[in-house]
């Protein structure tokens, strides 16, 4: 009697489908290759062995078939570019450090290689970095500039005389830092540098740079020795990422054939003279960056996927663990019981669904975007703001989630064989890198309430303020998440005094919108204001920051709020979709509470509406506590990539 | 012409002198004591060489003499309590390890021979321990029981035949966990266990516990292997703290001497009959706990000095580092220059020099009731409950402030060569040992609601509401600082509607205190209606925990306020006594920001002075900004002791 049958879905199943989008199989996919030893979650301090470790990883990954993902099909790729986003960031549910190597050699190098390179490069790179037959890193950031890339130091001087280019470290402070890759296993590093090309006859400093570019530099031989000019050094311990190989590189007049420029923006012709579809150098240089938006997005995800991993596991052990006498009974009370615990891991596993439907939106409009050979500027412009976001929002989350959980986890939290500590220790860096969360959440708010206007790019923030005192205006809100379903629930909603219409979906849609609208549109007056009354430009620019930030954080709040109607409204399962609809509501009132003074005086919620707000999420805690199990089985962790000692240890009666 | 003068004292100066209070000698003391190479702050990864390096530093701290001031005169010590206090807590400016064993070693073992063993265990422990010749653990916390130590199953039973006790680990979840020394270098541990001692013809089985006791029991040869009956275990890495050996104890039937027992508050005779000044089972163990309060208050402290190390470094390093053009300039901007940098940073010192005021009180008190010999019931459980919120107050900033100040250095911060994130590490699990915060906060709460009253301690949770139910009435607010200049703002306040009042100290004053007062009468209001209109206790208890919470919090706020009151009043330099007028204005004002919606809900503030709040915190920033040094100086962690390559690596110009 051999029949085998699918079991029929658990309402977990349902949600876990409908958290997984419309990558459901990509994920599942990923879900079963990472079922094997190689795989399971591991913590190998020692550097040396666990940056071995990693790339033995690495290798199996590219069996996996999963690398080719990200590069078109006429390179040598699948041109899959949402399962090549997916594939990597979930990742970080075996190991973050594995996340963050493949990360570096498949989206940012590979990437830099497949977005800024042309045919010649795509011929020579894409295969063997898809095989790992070679290596590379991505050496943008320096010691002196990592939110301020535009200013970078490293020179790429192109020489008439042998037409070569030369890498030159001119400073201190132009050297390459932080490099993933860069401390050992890289041969050669996609290096960001000025490009300057002296006209005949004009000596090399006194051209003007065309803006910063990306150059391939071979910068170690196959036995790992620095190559000529080249000095490379570790960073050593970080806070966590033990597998990744951090380092430095200084570049002492380094020659690389001209070819070697990765030459889709801007390139020097045998003549040696400079050509670019892009008149303006900023304007240019953000287009380039905008082609590498992937990694932010997959920095974003891969960050959620941690802390969904670590909101798992305390949720577990919250389910298992018992404290203090229950009343008329011999056994102690299950923690999960206690409100106060309910309210430190609910809401935190509410947004954490809210952030997986955005995460999945995104995904799905950055693969819709490069599959669509009409390039539209204003989309891919929506897009890179959307990311900074959404990058932003689920790093911030992972830092506050994980670490919330470590605590809730007590004294077997702290230890690493639980592994809470290690997820914490990992993604903390990811709040800073691919753009530190401070710049980009003003970068979010700049674009917002400049309507992406193409020159503002690159500004630094007084000159922005500058540009924007003349040109904000209507701020202009786009919508991409189910426009007709949130629409509809806007115009039925009854937001009246009564606290029950807290809890109507169309009244939670308005009350983000309205704070959001009602924030860019003060944001844009308060500047013009300030440019007018304060002397000192930057003083101007200092006086409205907050409140700029402020704007943005609000923006990405409903963009988040969108994306979960849109998730509740696509999921099949009644059962799932109702207790969606909870989470959603735990997840808005959440975000009302955390602004509450916002709102009241704003006069958009009346004192004893406030007070309502706490007892809707104390009661929506209350409603989820017995689905805690299904609604963490629904953020399709599984539970082979746990790796917490403590959910099958002694002392457990769970 | 060799006459050197002292140096005329800096602002600087002045500042660390008003915060250092009343135990500046002994501050000057470790910090003369910690500048020499062994002390230096340093990251050793490697478990072994973690723990050897720090029993070495141990034997180097025993030369200075600090250790002997946690023991009475009488017992070999110098008996100053304070000093003993502090020079344990600043150890965490050189390294968190160190100040955990410290502490284990010299405040949690050397604490419980001293308090609750007599004469035969001073004479026999007192010495060795402070010269190291005994390496000691502390075994409270089991696998199945941290929080809830009253319900320990460890036992100790006593055994008339051979007039021993026997101890014994009868479940899994007895096992003895997270125990500082236990992995490799104590050989003898403070054990608590239920107290088991069988009347004549009994059997052990039916003889009740006379509650938790402390006994001491040997565990280790001197060539480190486990006793017979005994088997240690280590908890391997952890989040941090490297270089402390936590491990796990199983007793099989381990038998000593029946003097073993700790027996200040609990004896069996030579009959095998068992005394105790304290009738109360429940009383007794929480009597002999209020004797360790030590502890708790050193975690505190510790946790509050690296936060200021990490503030230090986060803002000299704003302080260097720049970012963006400046406007009409060829410099880039200071980031410490940016209002949101300022905001990161500057509310955290603020917090910080109140916590530092509170703190020295809060030890103050300590000493003088260790030293009083009419032992005052009332007060002591007053520092208890003192000791509890500040520990809260104290380690929750600690985690809050370090990850800020980790961000705020953005990759830099994540190198280990930076520090932080080794403080962040160490300090992690501050929040959770000596007490869960959650868990010590609802215990200030429990205190206040009741008065004090004898028969709270050791209730679970829903035993004491059912008691609170009757008995809670008028809270009693003590004032420890400053009675009279309080009393005087109080009075003199000018809480009018205009938001120039908002600066007013005694209107702030006043706002604290009465949010304290209201919530904690209201807390109990609710808990009397809750009680009587659910029908489960445990849901009643559920129903307000959240509020009993925050009527802690308000009182922890209030406690660190009227501190920082006082502080400033005992400074003597009206410079630096202006510095921190303004400091406290913005711990007053962040304070306010953060529970506006409370304020605001509860008519405490009017939705237009709301307003004024953030103008007020965003004024205070910029008045503060050119003393930036100068307020990190006062901090008092010396150059010596930051241990920040970035602070004088490349690629800064400051």
Redesign the interface.
């Known amino acids: 009697m051999a029949i085998t049958r699918e079991p029929t879905p658990t309402t977990g199943d349902h949600l876990r489908r409908a958290l997984d989008g419309v990558l459901h199989d990509t994920k599942e996919k990923v879900r079963v290759d990472l079922n094997r030893d190689e795989f399971l979650p591991h ?1 190998t ?2 550097l040396e062995q666990a940056r071995a470790k990693t790339l033995e990883q690495m290798r199996l990954l590219t069996a996996s078939g999963n690398a080719a993902n990200g590069f078109r099909v006429e390179h040598g790729g699948t041109g899959d570019v949402g399962a090549a986003v997916t594939s990597i960031e979930l990742l970080a549910m075996s190991d973050l450090s594995l996340m963050v190597k493949a990360g570096v050699q498949w989206g940012l190098f590979g990437g830099a290689i497949e977005n800024l390179g042309t045919e010649r490069h795509h011929e020579q790179y894409v295969k063997p970095t898809i095989d790992l037959d070679l290596l590379g890193c991505f050496a943008m ?8 890339v535009q ?1 970078l130091e490293t020179t790429a001087t192109y020489d008439p005389a042998t037409d070569e280019f030369v890498i030159h470290s001119p400073t ?2 132009a ?1 390459k ?2 490099i993933g890759g860069a401390a050992q296993h890289a041969t050669m590093a996609a290096v960001f540098a000025q490009l300057i090309v002296p006209t005949e006859g004009q000596p090399s400093d006194a051209a003007e740079s065309q803006g910063v570019h990306c150059l391939v530099v071979p910068i170690r031989d196959e036995q790992g020795n620095d190559l000529p000019g080249v000095t490379t050094s570790d ?6 990422l033990p597998g990744v190989d951090n380092g430095r590189i200084v570049f002492d007049h380094v020659r690389v054939p001209r070819n070697n420029l990765l030459n889709r923006y801007g390139d020097v012709d045998e003549n040696g003279v400079y050509h670019s579809p892009i008149e303006n150098t900023s304007r240019r240089f953000f287009t380039m960056l905008g082609t590498l938006v992937r990694g932010r997005i997959t920095v974003g995800g891969s960050a959620a996927a941690a802390a969904r991993v670590a909101l798992t596991i305390a949720t577990k052990y919250g389910l298992q663990r018992r ?5 008329e009974s011999d056994d ?2 299950l923690i999960m ?4 615990h309910q ?1 430190r891991l609910l809401p935190l596993i509410a947004r954490a669904y809210g952030l997986g439907f955005a995460q999945n939106e995104l995904v799905s409009t950055l693969a819709r975007l490069q599959n669509d050979p009409s390039e539209n500027p204003q989309e891919q412009r929506e897009l890179e703001n959307r990311a900074a976001g959404l990058k932003v929002a689920n790093t911030d989350f992972a ?1 506050r989630a994980i ?1 919330e959980c ?2 809730a986890c ?2 077997a ?5 639980n592994r809470l ?1 290690a997820l ?2 990992d993604t ?2 990811f ?3 691919e753009g ?3 710049v980009l959440t003003q970068l979010v708010a700049k674009e917002l309430l400049t309507g992406y206007a193409d020159e503002v790019q690159g500004m ?4 922005w303020m500058r540009f924007a005192v003349d040109v904000v205006g209507d701020v202009v809100k786009k919508r991409t998440a189910a426009q007709q379903i949130i629409q509809t629930l806007l115009d039925t909603r009854k937001d009246n005094e009564e606290e029950g219409s807290l809890f109507d979906r169309g009244t939670q849609l308005d009350m983000f919108c309205d704070r959001e609208e009602y924030l860019l549109s003060t944001a844009a007056r308060r500047l013009q204001g300030a440019f007018k009354r304060e002397d ?3 003083d101007a620019f ?2 409205v ?2 409140h700029v ?1 402020a704007a943005a954080r609000a923006h990405i709040d409903r963009v988040v709020l969108e994306a979960f109607v849109a998730g509740i409204d696509d999921c099949k399962d009644d059962t799932a979709k109702e207790l969606l609809g909870e989470l959603c509501d735990l997840y808005a009132l959440s975000v009302i509470d955390g602004d ?2 916002w709102f ?2 704003h ?1 958009r919620l009346s ?1 004893e509406r ?2 309502a707000v ?1 007892r809707g999420i ?1 009661e929506r805690c209350r409603t989820l506590r017995p689905h805690a199990e299904t609604i963490v089985t629904g953020l399709g962790v599984p539970d082979y990539l746990l790796g917490a000692a403590m959910l099958d ?3 457990t009666d769970g």
């Open positions: 913590y301090p020692d950031t320096e010691t002196g500039h990592g939110s301020d200013a201190p402070s050297r830092d932080y960073c050593g311990y970080k806070g966590g404290q203090f006498d229950a009343p102690e009370i019981d206690y409100l106060v309210r830092t670490q470590r605590e007590g004294g939290g702290y230890l690493m064989e500590v914490k220790a903390d860096v709040t800073t890198f530190d969360n401070k630094s923030p007084v000159e000192d430009p930057f200092n006086f920051q907050d930030l509450k003074a009241i005086e006069r004192v406030a007070k706490t104390n240890g002694p002392g």
